[in-house]
């Protein structure tokens, strides 16, 4: 159910590692794996991580974590977000967002 609404997804590594958003306010991450001719054949090591706040207090409140858009660059996601429209930057730590 938190999976649904995959809003966004972009490669860390081209073709390999990745990080998503969906809009129910969950982060995800994960790795594409291939098969001998080098084709996409499932996903790895797939994860998923609730967004906290800036006191790492998990956000349960749909309009605050409505992800739409997902921007990455140098270590760093922008989010972009609806119903309370905004762009947040977040530090990317898959082990800790």
Do not use: C, N
């Not at 998503?20 to 794996?33: E, H, L, M, Q």
């Not at 349960?60 to 905004?86: H, M, N, S």
């Amino acid at each position: 159910r938190d999976f649904g609404a995959l809003s966004a997804f972009r490669f860390l590594k081209p073709g390999g590692d990745f990080i998503g958003v969906a809009d129910t306010g969950f982060w995800f991450f994960g790795s594409i794996t291939r098969d001998a001719d080098k084709r996409p054949s499932g996903v790895s090591s797939f994860r998923m991580q609730q967004m906290v706040d800036a006191s790492g207090r998990p956000i349960d409140e749909k309009w605050e974590v409505d992800a739409e858009g997902l921007a990455v660059k140098d270590g760093i996601a922008t989010v972009g977000f609806e119903r309370e429209q905004r762009v947040v930057q977040f530090k990317i730590d898959p082990d800790d967002m």
